[in-house]
């Protein structure tokens, strides 16, 4: 995620999403204290949408290379 994106789908913590082998898609979060996988689908499919969101958010794959590179040049 850019650093200017200042309010962005992933402010409230990281999380995973997997869909196991012949299962339904999860949702898996943790903490300094605990992990937790969620499995309800309406808790799952929020997890979904913030996901993609996510993804309309940040950088593109090319983007991310020349952020990165400024960042190693110190040009930011």
């Keep these: ?3 200017r994106v200042v309010d962005h ?7 995973t999403m ?3 082998e012949g299962g339904e898609q999860v ?8 992990g937790r996988v969620i499995t309800k689908r309406e808790s799952v499919r929020g997890f979904a ?3 993609g969101i ?3 958010q940040a ?10 590179e400024k960042l190693l ?4």
Excluded: K, W
């Design 54 to 56: 996510l993804r309309a």
């Design 27 to 34: 949702a898996y979060v943790e903490s300094q204290a605990n």
């Design 1 to 3: 995620m850019p650093t």
């Design 59 to 68: 950088l593109s794959p090319a983007e991310s290379v020349c952020h990165i």
């Design 9 to 15: 789908a992933g402010t409230d913590g990281p999380f």
């Design 18 to 20: 997997m869909t196991p």
């Design 73 to 76: 040049q110190g040009d930011l």
């Design 49 to 51: 949408v913030r996901y």
